[in-house]
DNA sequence: CCAAAAGTGTTGCGGTTACACCCATGT
DNA sequence: ACATGGGTGTAACCGCAACACTTTTGG
């Protein structure tokens, strides 16, 4: 990693930043790093860096998703750009930031030289973070939850097959809220967006549930909630 | 104005651009200037100008906004950030762009160096822009719609004082599409946003309109259609 | 047989839509 | 008197919210 002087710099700098979210066990989780280096040594930050002058500003937000994380391929979509003079201190970076969703899985997570932990961490429990990271999660959160009922995007957050439940327990992890069962299969079932697999679940002490697939793995704008 | 050599920079460069929008006669119109310099020399583009390193994003694209048209305290908000590679071609500008409203007036815009037309445009009318500027309209205008459908944004479009009428108009020419006036006077009325002048419209050649006003000069989310 | 989660319909309410006529003013 | 836009109420419909019991499996 080539070292940069950022007093070099005579004009802004672009860097992107990236909220990732998934959810674990009934909880919203984002993925943090932690700095070992810099300003804000030994907290935790989003996963980002500088934008390279040859590559798109999409590019980089991927870029930095799959190189601090090694995760590619998930759903990744521009936030808002924090352009605040003062927000970093060793000098003027403007950041693009995006937010991306994954489904919860076993990730095997990379550390470099930069930072040695990453982790997901509940968003009830974040602390303080470096440089204004705690805005763009509250903004990304915002972004999430209104996504969410107008659009089909919960599918980015579930693996391919999932039950009626998990996704039932999905908009209810994210928007904070129970949502009566029969109401909400009811109006899922009725906009077409998933299929019923012929596949069930198995080994639970209970009565099994269908598995269902969505139609479309891609955005759509439909009136969920 | 300091000439600038953009082959000197080994970095992005971030710039601003605003579209500022108005209602006029019915039409929903975009302010443009013809640059005179440049690889678009003579094209229509939208105001706009690099970010200072010592002013943040927002107000550089309020500075450039004042400079360009002379219009201040206007609603003004940041839209999306444009980071392709290859969007200008003189070097690596990464463009910030916002949206503003206007109210309907009589601007005294002013001309510079750079350009010397200004001028409303019909959004129906726009031909080949420089830049990615025709993008980044439609994505002001795809944004415009869905506010003025739950916020109470239209008020940064009207004047203090307004008609049912005018303000029905608004949405009917930024929505493009017709209202049914007992059902859209209901609605607003129950939403409680606006207040009755003991004012009335005068010279019309039929009965006078009362004047109303917004109880609120700022943004409210408020679901209006 | 018991525990646990899956699965399934009906009713009432409230908000949205559709729709047509009289009123006040200027010419 | 007539042309023009201002201003007003009601009924049907539809989508949303509230609500409880039976089914299927494993232990």
Redesign the interface.
């Known amino acids: 990693m080539k070292k940069i002087n950022w007093k070099n ?6 860097a992107t930043d990236v909220v990732i979210f998934t959810v674990i066990d009934n909880e919203l989780k984002v993925l943090l790093i932690k700095t070992n280096k810099g300003p804000f040594k030994g907290k935790w930050v989003l996963p980002g860096g500088l ?1 390279n ?6 590019n ?1 937000a991927a870029k930095h998703l799959k190189n601090k994380t090694g995760l590619s391929n998930i759903y990744l979509e ?1 936030l ?2 924090f ?3 003062n927000r970093d201190p060793l000098g ?1 970076v ?1 950041s ?1 930031s995006y937010f991306a969703l994954a489904p919860n899985k076993e990730y095997q997570f990379k550390t470099t030289k930069e930072y040695d932990e990453i982790a997901w961490h509940s968003i009830n429990e974040i602390k303080k973070l470096g440089y204004d990271h705690e805005d763009i999660i509250k903004l990304a959160i915002i972004r999430l939850k209104s996504k969410l009922e107008y659009t089909n995007i919960v599918y980015s957050l579930l693996p391919t097959e999932f039950t009626f439940t998990d996704l039932q327990k999905m908009y209810e992890t994210i928007l904070e809220r129970k949502i009566d069962k029969r109401n909400f299969r009811k109006k899922i079932l009725s906009l077409d967006i998933i299929k019923k697999t012929n596949k069930k679940t198995i080994g639970g002490a209970n009565r099994p549930a269908h598995l269902y697939k969505f139609k479309n793995r891609k955005l759509e704008v439909v009136e969920i909630i």
């Open positions: 710099f005579k004009h802004a700098v672009i934008v002058i040859k590559e798109s500003v999409d980089s521009q808002y750009s352009g605040e003079v003027r403007v693009v």
